[in-house]
Nanobody
Framework: QVQLVESGGGLVQAGGSLRLSCAAS????????MGWFRQAPRKERESVAA????????RYADSVKGRFTISRDNAKNTVYLQMNSLKPEDTAVYYC????????????????????WGQGTQITVSS
């Protein structure tokens, strides 16, 4: 059974930092792009960051550029999201995801490209 399990969420004050981890099990995703998405109440799910299979290509939402960093460790089948200078508007449920198949293309920000999803972890940033 394939699983993506996020950890590291919680409550933090504005300006603080958190690091999310997403551990995959059941299969390897070493050739798949991985991504982080978030969904705030009454809003659509949006891409936060994505990373290609070897970490050499990343993309970020404009709202998090310079503050968030996505990385991966294929030996551990894990992807990370380092979040610095957090703002109240970053409050959301954060999901990690993996693409349906392996690819050497740049990572996509489209949720439809991702077939594997974690259960989500809540991030709340207080002002």
């Amino acid at each position: 059974q394939v699983q993506l399990v996020e950890s590291g969420g919680g409550l933090v004050q504005a300006g603080g930092s958190l690091r999310l981890s997403c551990a995959a099990s059941g299969r390897t995703f070493s050739t798949n792009a991985m991504g982080w998405f978030r969904q705030a109440p009454r809003k659509e799910r949006e891409s936060v960051a994505a990373i290609n299979w070897n970490g050499g290509n990343t993309r970020y939402a404009d709202s998090v550029k310079g503050r968030f960093t996505i990385s991966r460790d294929n030996a551990k089948n894990t992807v990370y999201l380092q979040m610095n200078s957090l703002k109240p508007e970053d409050t959301a449920v954060y999901y990690c995801a993996a693409t349906n198949s392996g690819s050497y293309l740049p990572p996509s920000s489209a949720p439809s490209e991702y077939g594997y999803w974690g259960q989500g972890t809540q991030i709340t940033v207080s002002s």
